[in-house]
């Protein structure tokens, strides 16, 4: 009854470290995996981060490149009516000519209303011109 006590309690021993060899090996092997996990996620945590950065800076170059277009636009628009508004001046001017002794009143419109003329080319700034005061 001894001997068979005996044995039995060598065999549950034996048992025991066969599982705790079997159990911590596992756990080493879960543990090694857990780690390699937790930094795989570390770097996809950090790259998601650069990602999103790099996101934030092109939004804000973006915004910014929008506010100089919105800008660039609004100084043209006003360029325009300016044009605008100088050439109706210029157009509006009245011009005395005199041929052969008789006088004749006549607007810068009427003189440049038609295309690659003299007066069109004199008018239209591609010879400098002084006016009488």
Do not use: P
């Not at 790099?54 to 300016?82: D, R």
């Amino acid at each position: 009854m001894i001997r068979y006590r005996f044995f039995l309690f060598l065999l549950t021993s034996f048992y025991f470290i066969y599982l705790k060899d079997v159990v911590g090996s596992r756990n080493y092997a879960l543990h090694q995996e857990l780690t390699q996990l937790k930094n795989e996620f570390e770097r996809l945590q950090q790259e998601i981060i650069g990602k999103f950065e790099e996101c934030t800076v092109f939004f804000e170059s973006a915004k910014t490149f929008n506010q100089e277009a919105i800008t660039m636009m609004k100084n043209v628009e006003n360029s325009l009516v300016n044009v605008s508004n100088e050439t109706k001046e210029w157009q509006e001017i009245q011009v005395e000519l005199d041929v052969g002794g008789d006088r004749y009143t006549t607007s810068v419109e009427t003189l440049t209303c038609e295309k690659d003329t003299f007066l069109k080319a004199l008018f239209s700034c591609q010879w400098k011109i002084e006016f009488d005061q």
